[in-house]
């Protein structure tokens, strides 16, 4: 059997917030491999844990040897290394600033809420208190999508993304998030905005590509072995 080439390593599970590191992989066309640690026990009860002590995905093993925790940092550090930075903002750039502002906002403002929306058990064992802490949750997150409607409604460019040179890491991270109707409203009327950012992000062939195997609809890994595959 033929080593494995030198490719990235994404331990992910369908439907989780692998998605943005994922979509980031897919749309610079790098080799990369995903691995289910559900569904690969010894990956699971050994290497896994090593890369990612908590055992939570995403975790990301690059071609260096090297391993990366923390969706939003996976998303951060492949946008500044990969494609020429094409989803990331430039260092020199005035905008890096708000780029980073907004990627830590979603990993500490949005993301606990979202958490606690799909995981009440891990605070509460008594259902009522578990549903009470949902309800909660949620009505935050009302908050949370109002200011992020606001964010990509007065822009002074015309474009469905945060920044003005394109989609970014940013859009792809807070996508995720989207697509899931137990934290945002299925009905886009009342986030114009960041609902026409997601029908764009639905439209990308790496989104296209990825996707049935996050919604279950495949088992068939959406990953490639050599460049541009």
């Known amino acids: 059997m033929k080593p494995e080439p030198s490719i990235y ?30 569904l690969e026990p010894s990956v699971t009860n050994e290497t896994f844990h090593t890369v990612s002590p908590h055992g939570r995905v995403p975790a ?11 969706s939003g940092a996976i998303a951060l550090h492949l946008a500044d290394t990969l494609c020429e930075m094409q989803f990331s903002i430039d ?46 949750a949620r009505h935050r997150l009302t908050n949370v999508w109002q200011v992020l409607e606001k964010q990509y409604s007065t822009k002074t460019h015309r474009s469905s993304w945060m920044f003005e040179c394109g989609p970014t ?33 639905s439209e990308r062939p790496s989104f296209k590509r990825i996707m049935p195997w996050h919604q279950r609809k495949t088992e068939d890994l959406p990953q490639r072995y050599s460049v541009g595959m």
């Open 169 to 201: 890491a940013l859009d792809f991270s807070l996508a995720t998030v989207l697509m899931w109707p137990e934290c945002f409203p299925r009905s886009t009327n009342a986030y114009p905005a960041l609902g026409a950012m997601l029908s764009e992000i």
């Open 91 to 136: 260092h020199d750039s005035q905008e890096r600033a708000p780029y980073l502002q907004w990627l830590f906002y979603l990993s500490s403002t949005l993301q606990p809420d979202v958490m606690l929306v799909f995981h009440p058990e891990y605070y509460f064992t008594d259902k009522a208190q578990q549903s009470a802490l949902v309800e909660a």
């Open 9 to 38: 390593q994404l331990y992910a599970s369908p439907n989780t917030y692998s998605i943005g590191p994922h979509l980031l992989l897919e749309e610079c066309r790098v080799p990369y491999r995903i691995i289910n640690p559900k």
């Open 60 to 70: 990301l093993t690059m071609p260096n040897g090297t391993s990366i925790i923390e």
